[in-house]
């Protein structure tokens, strides 16, 4: 089983600033890794996929890179709606397994 | 569009089976694109895989359940469903429903989700 690990846990952001999150795949998927933001009460929200390819409707605020082990989202210029969890997720085998989240809080 | 919805029992007894039910619109559960999905979050906790399965019964599990999860799809209602047997206060979650794209041989993102449904496991 491949492990996610995502690094900060807690994020604390001022609007407006960048926020840089990490995710870590215990071996390599290539650049099978997809990114979600969840919100309390509402569905995880398709961000990123293919490391780097944003989803349908995701402003470009919301950029994606990595491959092999090391992975980043980065939001550039938080807005209010972005304060969220973000997890990463591999689909490169199965199991498929998810990171324990990173929450993006307003600083 | 393709849309999702979970339903089921909100409330589950301890040792009994755990049973949802996600109805599928805007396209065919026979689809050859789709691979089809549950996802659980426990209260306080991040996002567990529970399992995946193609229209044509192929199955994939997360092997932490130790064999608790059987996932089945109805074609003829659209739907496909989960069982969870022997549940534990531990199976207390949000479980979703979720579409999987498949391409090049492969299940990959879970996109969209249905909105979820609150499965409380208590005597």
């Known amino acids: 089983e491949i492990v996610m690990t995502q690094s900060p846990a807690t994020l604390s952001v001022s609007p407006g600033e960048r926020a840089t999150l990490s995710c870590r795949a215990s071996q390599s998927v290539s650049s099978n890794l997809a990114w979600y933001q969840k919100k309390p009460g509402q569905a995880p929200r398709l961000l990123i996929y293919g490391a780097s390819t944003r989803a349908t409707g995701i402003p470009a605020r919301f950029s994606g890179s990595g491959s092999g082990t090391e992975f980043t989202l980065t939001i550039s210029s938080l807005q209010s709606e972005d304060f969220a969890v973000y997890y990463c997720?591999?689909?490169?085998?199965?199991?498929?397994?998810f990171g324990g989240g990173t929450k993006v809080e307003i600083k | 569009q393709l849309q999702l919805q979970e339903s089921g029992p909100g409330l589950v007894k301890p040792s009994e089976t755990l049973s949802l039910t996600c109805t599928v619109s805007g396209d065919s559960i026979s689809s050859n694109i789709y691979f089809w999905g549950w996802i659980r979050q426990p209260p306080g906790k991040g996002l567990e895989w529970i399992g995946s399965?193609?229209?044509?019964?192929?199955?994939y599990y997360n092997p932490s359940l130790k064999s608790r999860a059987t996932i089945s799809v109805d074609t003829s209602t659209n739907q496909f469903s989960l069982k969870l047997s022997s549940v534990t206060a531990a199976d207390t979650a949000v479980y979703y429903c979720a579409s999987q794209t498949y391409s090049g041989g492969w299940a990959r993102w879970f996109d969209p989700w249905g909105q979820g449904t609150l499965v409380t496991v208590s005597s």
């Open positions: 997720q591999h689909y490169i085998n199965w199991p498929l397994t």
């Open positions: 399965l193609y229209y044509s019964g192929s199955t």
